[in-house]
């Protein structure tokens, strides 16, 4: 795999495993409000290339869909139920990745190894919500983290099935997820009055976690070797619950068991690869 392939695919991992400590210290923002605001700032990576925004439709659509669903879904996961144990059910993503791609790229079944993977994982969720935090308050958070994941797997295979098109046209989804996102804000969401921090955070959110990172993502998984790129996912789930942790979200009771469902997580992904 080239330079530029390694250096794309651990930066976008560097963004994404930050993000969930980037929102933490954003107030009480409804989800649709600022996924919107920080979709239409992470737009602002690529203006400067939205000549090639240009897209065929149905790509455009589907780009823009699965960056709409997930970011509502994993911004309004960590608001309702608790941050870290949504954050590891969101980087379920990788095994995903392997249940999906049969089904949408078609290149075979899934093999023995690869089930028990994904019943490890699994159990790696169950221990992460397991009944000493378990609550039924939490449960809308914990499914809509498991459909963030979903439609991030969804949107990484679902690329290959499109034309070839510029990473660039990455911004274009984004305007248009953000513009989706802030009329469905005045539709079904309260009015808000945010402060100059509360603005500030969620534009850091959107032209790094939002913009940027998508761009890079998106030319690793070109440029790059997928089952490479795949591997190094692996730094994501536990640099984004090192960041959750060093940010005081995450206290020191729960770190034995926040830390045994991330290695049961990261090694079903392993033996599902």
């Known amino acids: 795999m080239n330079q530029t392939a390694w250096a794309c695919s651990l930066g976008a991992i560097f963004l994404w495993a930050i993000f969930a400590t980037l929102v933490r210290h954003v107030g009480p923002v409804p989800p649709l409000y600022m996924t919107g605001i920080a ?29 709409f669903v997930y970011h ?32 949408i790229t078609r290149s075979g079944k899934l093999s023995r190894l690869q089930l028990l993977g994904c019943a490890v994982a699994f159990a790696g969720c169950a221990l992460a919500i397991g009944p000493s935090t378990f609550s039924s308050t939490h449960l809308l958070g914990y499914g809509l983290a498991l459909v963030a994941a979903l439609t991030w797997a969804t949107y990484s295979l679902g690329l290959g099935r499109f034309p070839p098109y510029s990473s660039w046209a990455t911004g274009g989804f984004c305007l248009a997820a953000g513009l989706l996102s802030l009329l469905a804000h005045a539709l079904f969401e309260p009015a808000v009055s945010l402060g100059g921090a509360d603005y500030a955070w969620i534009a850091v959110i959107g032209i790094g976690t939002m913009g940027i990172s998508f761009v890079l993502w998106d030319t690793a998984i070109r440029r790059g070797n997928p089952s490479l790129i795949g591997s190094l996912c692996y730094l994501t789930p536990p640099l984004s619950t090192l960041g959750l942790a060093l940010d005081g979200a995450v206290s020191a009771d729960a770190l034995p068991r926040l830390g045994g469902a991330l290695l049961l997580v990261l090694l079903g992904v392993r033996l599902s690869k």
């Open 39 to 67: 979709l239409c700032l992470g737009s602002l990576a690529t203006l400067h290339r939205w000549r090639e925004w240009r897209v065929p439709l149905p790509t455009f659509a589907f780009g823009t869909v699965c960056l």
């Open 72 to 103: 509502v879904c994993l911004i309004a996961a960590f608001g309702l139920a608790p941050i870290a144990e949504a954050n590891i059910i969101n980087y379920l993503w990788p095994l995903f990745l392997v249940l999906l791609a049969p089904w």
